[in-house]
């Protein structure tokens, strides 16, 4: 593909059979102002899909979301999933089990570029968030199921990592996933402890923005080659990178493009998904900064922004990954299948405090969820720590950059 005008030629027919879906779905249907008139085959073209059909943007997703089902889908076919939710505001995506094979499949093509007879079956460690076991959320522990040993992702002090990396090498898996922040620390942990190496065919680094020089260390660290994951909850993979470090877009799945933020004065993202017909979102501003380049292999990204893992300490020096409250609040809502949370905001106001505001969906029962949300959170910080949660109706932007802060540390 030479530019933007030939890759649209090359999906034009996926794209304009999703424009002929669209006009069925609640959303469109109801909000188009031409009522979603799709033009005659020959007269679609990139300029009247860049000019006619808006960006879609989180928020309208986040209100909206089960308006861009397709109607005609049963819902015993669908998989639910939710973002860690940006400014503190989850959202509620859906897939049919067809669809989430696709993902799957495009994924496992991407790995074996680094170690071409990587299976399934085969044994790897992973990072988790929570886990929704049996109507309960589960954390904070050392799993295994299958293949697989789970980590938990938030409590990072070195005792900690110690004991995930003693679990990992007693496991012997033959591969790792997670955020690279994460193995970042991992990585520290083993060559400031000097603890017993274990070698790995291949690391896969995903779930955040990643740092060339975290990248580089966990590389050096554990001896391996490392691949860059880059999706997203509303649909999965949508880049991969190659052995020479170059990052892919993985066309097969979405039609990509860059449009300007004068804001940060660089090129942003929207995405439209090409494997997604139950839950089709059209030119969506995913939230990252990014641009490309067309090359004869297709189109390689660069990020100059995506999510990045926090950090904080509370009492006796406990590291922890901010993702906690994120994570939670997506747990919690796929465990009542609904948003039940629309928004939160955790201040750290001591070393032994935690103040966490909830803006909470009308529907639902406000005691049982707050109640619910504290405990979990307590389970990981420990009971010594202080976790005051409070009802809101509004949590109000930064006055600075009109956006929603998650995590605030007052000390």
């Not at 669908?78 to 993902?103: M, V, W």
């Not at 110690?162 to 990992?168: D, F, L």
């Not at 691949?227 to 877009?249: H, I």
């Not at 067309?294 to 006796?316: I, M, P, Q, S």
């Amino acid at each position: 593909m030479k530019n933007q005008i030939a890759y649209f030629e090359k999906y034009k027919k996926k794209l304009y059979d999703l424009l002929i879906l669209c006009r069925n779905i609640p959303y469109y249907r109801d909000h188009a102002e031409d009522g979603y008139q799709v033009p005659e085959y020959n007269d679609f073209t990139y300029e009247y899909f860049s000019r006619v059909i808006p960006v879609l943007e989180k928020e309208t997703v986040r209100s909206h979301s089960s308006q861009f089902l397709d109607p005609f889908i049963p819902e015993n076919h669908l998989s639910i999933d939710s973002t860690s939710g940006t400014e503190g505001k989850p959202i509620i995506c859906y897939r049919s089990q067809k669809e989430r094979f696709y993902c799957s499949k495009s994924l496992w093509k991407m790995r074996r570029r680094f170690v071409n007879d990587i299976r399934p079956t085969d044994k790897f460690a992973r990072f988790y968030a929570f886990r929704n076991r049996d109507n309960q959320v589960v954390s904070n522990q050392i799993m295994y199921k299958d293949h697989d040993i789970l980590l938990p992702l938030f409590d990072l002090s070195d005792e900690k990592l110690i004991e995930y990396w003693n679990a990992i090498v007693k496991f012997a898996p033959r591969w790792m996933h997670g955020p690279s922040s994460t193995i970042f620390c991992l990585a520290l942990a083993v060559e400031k402890y000097n603890l017993p190496r274990y070698k790995f065919d291949f690391i896969e680094l995903s779930g955040e923005f990643v740092q060339p020089e975290h990248q580089k260390y966990i590389e050096k660290v554990f001896n391996t080659k490392t691949a860059n994951q880059y999706g997203c909850r509303e649909y999965w993979p949508m880049a991969y990178s190659q052995p020479d470090g170059r990052l892919m877009v993985i066309t097969e799945n979405i039609f990509i493009e860059q449009i300007y933020n004068q804001e940060h004065q660089k090129n942003e993202l929207l995405i439209t998904l090409l494997k997604n017909d139950t839950w089709p979102l059209l030119r969506y501003r995913i939230g990252d900064l990014g641009s490309y380049v067309f090359d004869e292999d297709g189109l390689t990204l660069t990020l100059h922004r995506g999510r990045k893992a926090e950090f904080f300490t509370l009492a006796n020096d406990r590291r922890f990954n901010a993702i906690i409250f994120s994570g939670l609040a997506r747990a919690i809502c796929e465990l009542y299948d609904s948003n039940v949370i629309l928004q939160f905001q955790v201040i750290k106001k001591s070393a032994y405090g935690l103040s966490i505001l909830l803006r909470l969906h009308d529907q639902c029962d406000h005691e049982q969820v707050m109640k619910h949300y504290k405990a979990e959170v307590q389970k990981i910080v420990g009971d010594d720590i202080d976790v005051n949660v409070q009802r809101v109706e509004y949590i109000k932007p930064d006055d600075k950059t009109g956006k929603t802060k998650e995590f605030i540390n007052l000390c």
